[in-house]
């Protein structure tokens, strides 16, 4: 069955960086985008970025563009998402998601890990 399982989650300082992982199984990882999607406590969901199957388009919201940098190794079958120069506005619950099409971007998920909290503060 399809899992996805997203780690590296924590406490950091404003300013600080971490580095989130998504470890797929169950699907041919290296056919679909993904995404990192995230809910901060009250809120809704938000998109925050997404990557084609091979790696090379990427798309990302303006609240962490030239902040946040996803990419993947499809030979790991595994997301990543660097963050850096996090803000308290970054706190949140983080999933990855896996995109419904086979190489189509629709932003319309199929799957979804359990997340991994992020708390930003001092």
């Known amino acids: 069955q399809v899992q996805l399982v997203e780690s590296g989650g924590g406490l950091v300082q404003p300013g600080g960086s971490l580095r989130l992982s998504c470890a797929a199984s169950g699907f041919i990882f290296s056919g679909y985008y993904m995404s990192w999607v995230r809910q901060a406590p009250g809120k809704g969901l938000e998109w925050v970025s997404d990557i084609n199957s091979g790696g090379t388009t990427i798309y990302y919201a303006d609240s962490v563009k030239g902040r946040f940098t996803i990419s993947r190794d499809n030979t790991k079958n595994t997301l990543y998402l660097q963050m850096n120069s996090l803000e308290p506005e970054d706190t949140a619950l983080y999933y990855c998601?896996?995109?419904?099409?086979?190489?189509?971007?629709?932003?319309?998920?199929?799957?979804w890990g359990q997340g991994t909290q992020v708390t930003v503060s001092s």
């Open positions: 998601a896996r995109d419904l099409e086979w190489k189509q971007r629709g932003l319309d998920y199929a799957y």
